[in-house]
Nanobody, 119 residues
Framework: QVQLVESGGGLAQAGGSLRLSCVAS????????????MAWYRQAPGKQRDLVASITSGGVTTYDDSVKGRCTISIDNAKNTVYVQMNSLKPEDTAVYYC?????????WGRGTQVTVSS
């Protein structure tokens, strides 16, 4: 089983920045796992969970239009860790941010980390 643990959430002011991290660990039937893609999703109260950004192990990235130009996703394959740097935060960025990772033999979600942006 592959577990994901997020960190870096918290309270920020509008216009500020936050960096979220997510590390994957574990194994699949006692064997090492291979990650194809890691991603960040977010879910605001009463809304669906939406993709924020994703990155493949080869470094190909995608971003939701709402964060383009304000958000940078990166991956450290050696550490099985994905980061997202969020700048120029807006109150509408307030949500629980979830990490997701998947590969040939697994797909996992983290438990989420709260990001609250005050105006």
């Amino acid at each position: 089983q592959v577990q994901l643990v997020e960190s870096g959430g918290g309270l920020a002011q509008a216009g500020g920045s936050l960096r979220l991290s997510c590390v994957a660990s574990g194994s699949i039937n006692h064997n090492p796992f291979t990650i194809d893609t890691m991603a960040w999703y977010r879910q605001a109260p009463g809304k669906q969970r939406d993709l924020v950004a994703s990155i493949t192990s080869g470094g190909v990235t995608t971003y939701d239009d709402s964060v383009k130009g304000r958000c940078t996703i990166s991956i450290d394959n050696a550490k099985n860790t994905v980061y997202v740097q969020m700048n120029s935060l807006k109150p509408e960025d307030t949500a629980v941010y979830y990490c997701r990772a998947w590969g040939p033999a697994f797909g996992s979600w983290g438990r989420g980390t709260q990001v609250t942006v005050s105006s």
